[in-house]
């Protein structure tokens, strides 16, 4: 499994990149978690590659940040295969909050 990729890609992006949890961060910043497992390479009743998933959180007060875009650009870079779960805008908070799926062997 090489889930050491995941924050690498993200240290890239010029933000503060934190594992589980965040607290006390600026007005930017990424955590990062692992769920589970998705769907992995089976044969002869064997796993032969585990697939894991997890997800890509990006906060921001920004509206229209410019890093919304360097974060799947790191990931493409970083061969991480991903996709955009959903965009919300959290009342309490005052972040927009972006969520990628992503999934790596």
């Known amino acids: 499994m090489n889930i050491d990729t995941i924050p690498a890609a993200l240290l890239t992006v010029g933000v503060p990149v934190s594992h589980y949890t965040a607290s006390k961060q600026p007005d930017k910043y990424i955590v990062w978690a692992e769920d589970g497992q998705a769907d992995s390479l089976w044969s002869d009743g064997r796993m032969q590659e585990q697939v894991v998933q997890g997800t890509i959180d990006?906060?921001?007060?920004?509206?229209?940040?410019?890093?919304?875009?360097?974060?799947?650009?790191?990931?493409?870079?970083?061969?991480?295969?991903?996709?955009?779960?959903?965009?919300?805008?959290?009342?309490?908070?005052?972040?927009?909050?972006?969520?990628w799926i992503f999934e790596v062997v």
Not at 69 to 97: G, M, W
């Open 58 to 99: 990006y906060f921001t007060k920004t509206e229209n940040d410019p890093k919304v875009a360097v974060i799947p650009n790191a990931l493409i870079d970083a061969d991480i295969s991903f996709r955009l779960n959903s965009v919300q805008f959290e009342d309490e908070t005052k972040y927009i909050h972006y969520e």
